[in-house]
C-alpha cells in the first residue's frame, strides 16, 4: 500500500480518538469532581529507506502517529457553594476511598457530593454514601455510619454533615501517574501508584457544604475540538489525494 495512503488512515484514525476524548471531557464539564483526560500522541514506528541493501542510513520515513494512552489531570477544579448538608471538597491533593457494599471493591474519587442511605441495613444502620450507592469510609477503611434505628420506635438519629468532616477520609498515593479511570469520576489504583496512605486528621482540610467541579475549560476544549477536525479533515485528504494519485498511476499502466 502507498506510504501516504497509509500514513493518512492512521492520522485519520488518532484524531477520530482524540475528538472522542474532547467529546467526552466536555460532556462532563459540569460534572461534580471530573478530572480533565487529554490524549496522548506517539509516533508510529519509522522505517528504513535502504532497508532492501540492509544498510544503516539516515534516510528514515514515519508511519504517523496514533493515540499511546488517555492521561488524567489531577488538576483541582474550582469550588462550588452548594449549601447542602452532606457535601464536601477536598482542599488539597487526596481522594474519598468509596466502597461497593456487594462487591467490597473499593474506588477512590474527588465528588464529595454525598447523602445518607436511603433505608437501613440489617442491623438498623444508615451510612453516608455516593448517588450510586457506595459507602464512603473513614481513615481506617470502614464505612460511615451516620445513623441507627431506635429499637422499637422505627425513629433514628442522623449526625450531622460538620459532625462528619473529622470522619472522613481522605487518602493520597505515593504517585497519580496511570491510575484508572472507572465510572466517570472513580478512580482504581494501579502497582505502579503504590498503596493509600491516610492524610493525618491535622494535615488535612476538608470543607463543608462545598464541591470541587470540573476542571475542564470549555474554551480550551472547543479549541482543542477545532483543531482536531481540520487535522482529521487533512488527514482524510491525504487518503483521498493518495488514492487519486494511485489511480491515475494505474490508468497510465493500462
Do not use: W
Not at 117 to 142: E, H, M
Not at 145 to 159: A, F, N, P
Not at 228 to 237: I, N, P, S
Amino acid at each position: 500500500m502507498d506510504r501516504s495512503f497509509y500514513t493518512g488512515a492512521v492520522g485519520a484514525i488518532a484524531h477520530q480518538e482524540r475528538l472522542n476524548v474532547i467529546a467526552n471531557n466536555i460532556a462532563n464539564v459540569n460534572t461534580n469532581g471530573y478530572k480533565r483526560k487529554p490524549a496522548t500522541f506517539s509516533e508510529c514506528i519509522y522505517s528504513n529507506l535502504n532497508a532492501i541493501a540492509q544498510e544503516p542510513t539516515d534516510y528514515i520515513a514515519g508511519a504517523g502517529v496514533h493515540v499511546e494512552k488517555t492521561d488524567v489531570d489531577f488538576t483541582p477544579g474550582y469550588l462550588a457553594t452548594t449549601g447542602k448538608e452532606y457535601d464536601y471538597m477536598i482542599m488539597e491533593n487526596g481522594f474519598f476511598a468509596v466502597q461497593n457494599p456487594v462487591t467490597q471493591e473499593i474506588t477512590y474519587t474527588r465528588n464529595g457530593n454525598f447523602m445518607t442511605s436511603l433505608q437501613a441495613d440489617a442491623d438498623g444502620r444508615f451510612y453516608l454514601q455516593t448517588a450510586n450507592g457506595k459507602r464512603v469510609l473513614d481513615a481506617n477503611q470502614n464505612p460511615i455510619i451516620v445513623g441507627v434505628l431506635q429499637g422499637g420506635t422505627g425513629s433514628q438519629q442522623m449526625i450531622s454533615g460538620q459532625e462528619l468532616v473529622e470522619q472522613i477520609g481522605i487518602y493520597t498515593f505515593p504517585s497519580t501517574n496511570g491510575m484508572e479511570s472507572v465510572r466517570g469520576t472513580e478512580f482504581v489504583p494501579v502497582e505502579k501508584n503504590g498503596q493509600p496512605i491516610a492524610v493525618p486528621g491535622d494535615r488535612r482540610t476538608l470543607q463543608h457544604k462545598v464541591l470541587e467541579m470540573s476542571n475542564v475549560n470549555l474554551g480550551d476544549e472547543i479549541t482543542k475540538m477545532i483543531e482536531a477536525q481540520r487535522c482529521y479533515q487533512y488527514a482524510l485528504k491525504m487518503v483521498q489525494t493518495s488514492d487519486e494519485v494511485e489511480t491515475t498511476i494505474n490508468g497510465l499502466r493500462s
